[in-house]
Each structure stands twice: as structure tokens, then as C-alpha cells.
């Protein structure tokens, strides 16, 4: 498994305004992973982020608005640029591990974004 | 668009009734994942399935995974209050192993 913590566990912001999420991990990962988890919604992959490259977005989500950084194998950023109130959601990251011939996803407990 | 239809989405029962939950798809997976996620926390993973007409057990859990791996169940057998959350199932894509499509969530409430 893997341990992985995120500041903040919760915050609100106003609108118009940004909010940077960390994502830190207890030993090196190639993935993370970040996914947004709108109200009573299931899971929605926003993008993937390899250390040493871009991040990899999803259909729906674009770098200006969900920036991401990946400076080392531990750690990762997302933030949520001009915030308006339909960003309102949990964001959780996550990583992978090799498990036989498939990996297997564990999950940060996540930040909760409110936008006023 | 490669869709896995959760069902049900909202379940009530009573302490020590049984339950299944189903996740269907039209895509093959090369493995499936069950997690149980409450409030304020993320998903915890209680499973994956790898192949085709997999059966794992965990406590009062049961986790079936297809023949064709494009379904799964999990059935909870005497429900506690502890069994409470919302269950999600997320597949594996053939072409991608590291990518998950979640479900839609099946929301639990076990009442004492």
C-alpha cells in the first residue's frame, strides 16, 4: 500500500481565486494521479503527472485551469485557477503500485474545495 | 466513451439483511477494483480482481469478477452499521492498466 497525505483537507475560496493542492507520498512513485469528486459524484480523472513531464489531461480538463507540477518521485501539485462555484468538489490524488500483472490505486483522503 | 454502470445507486437495509451490488460494462478489463469510501475520507481499496471468474472473499464480503471481465459484484452477507459507505467499483483498461474508470458509486446504509 502507500501512505499519502494532502494539505489542505479543506478550504474555501473565493471566487475568481486559485487554490494549490499538495499531494505528498511516504516513498517514490512513477504515477500520481489527480481526480475530482464533484457531490455524491463518483470519481473523475482530471490528469496523470510523471515526474520529469507534463502532465497528461483528460477530455474535459486543460493545463490553465488545473496546473500541475511533479518536482520529485514524493510529491505533486494541482491547482484550481479561477475558481468559480461549480469547482466546488473533493480533489483527491493517488498512486500506484505493482500488484502481479496489474497495479492497484491508493488514494490520499482529499481536499475539500469550497467556492464562495 | 467507455462507461461502468454501477446498480444500485442508493441501498437501505436493515442490520443482518444480505446485499449485491453490480458494476456491468461493454469494455474488457485486466483488472477490477472495489473500494469503500466515507465521508471525509478517500477510497480505501478492498480488492482487485485480476482474472476472469475470480472469486475473493474478505470477511462478509464476496467479490465476483466475470467470466468475460466486463462485470463484477461484491455481495455483503449479515450488513452491519459498520458496512455504511459508498462502494465503488473501477476497472482497468486492457490498453491501459494504469487508468481507472470508476463507477457511478452504490451508497450504503446499513440501519441498526
Known amino acids: 500500500s502507500a501512505v499519502i497525505s494532502q494539505k489542505p483537507s479543506r478550504d474555501i475560496c473565493q471566487r475568481g481565486t486559485s487554490l494549490t493542492i499538495q499531494c505528498q507520498v511516504d516513498s517514490q512513485v512513477t504515477m500520481m494521479f489527480w481526480y475530482r469528486q464533484q457531490p455524491g459524484q463518483s470519481l473523475t480523472l482530471i490528469a496523470t503527472?510523471?515526474?520529469?513531464?507534463?502532465?497528461?489531461?483528460e477530455s474535459g480538463f486543460v493545463i490553465d485551469k488545473f496546473p500541475i507540477s511533479r518536482p520529485n518521485l514524493t510529491f505533486s501539485t494541482l491547482t484550481v485557477s479561477n475558481l468559480s462555484p461549480e469547482d466546488s468538489s473533493i480533489y483527491l490524488c493517488?498512486?500506484?503500485?505493482?500488484?502481479?500483472?496489474?497495479?492497484?490505486?491508493?488514494f490520499g483522503p482529499g481536499t475539500r474545495l469550497t467556492v464562495t | 466513451t467507455q462507461l461502468l454502470e454501477q446498480s444500485p445507486q442508493f441501498l437501505s437495509i436493515q442490520e443482518g439483511e444480505n446485499l449485491t451490488v453490480y458494476c456491468n460494462s461493454s469494455s474488457v478489463f485486466s483488472s477490477l477494483q472495489w473500494y469503500r469510501q466515507e465521508p471525509g475520507e478517500g477510497p480505501v481499496l478492498l480488492v482487485t480482481?485480476?482474472?476472469?471468474?475470480e472469486v475473493k472473499k474478505l470477511k462478509r464480503l464476496t467479490f465476483q469478477f466475470g467470466d468475460a471481465r466486463k462485470d463484477s459484484s461484491l455481495h455483503i452477507t449479515a450488513a452491519q452499521p459498520g458496512d455504511t459507505g459508498l462502494y465503488l467499483c473501477?476497472?482497468?483498461?486492457?490498453?491501459?492498466?494504469?487508468?481507472?474508470?470508476f463507477g457511478s458509486g452504490t451508497r450504503l446504509l446499513v440501519r441498526p
Open positions: 480482481v485480476v482474472t476472469g471468474g
Open positions: 493517488s498512486v500506484d503500485r505493482p500488484r502481479g500483472t496489474t497495479y492497484e490505486q491508493y
Open positions: 473501477a476497472g482497468a483498461l486492457m490498453d491501459s492498466s494504469y487508468k481507472l474508470i
Open positions: 503527472a510523471n515526474q520529469g513531464s507534463e502532465a497528461t489531461y
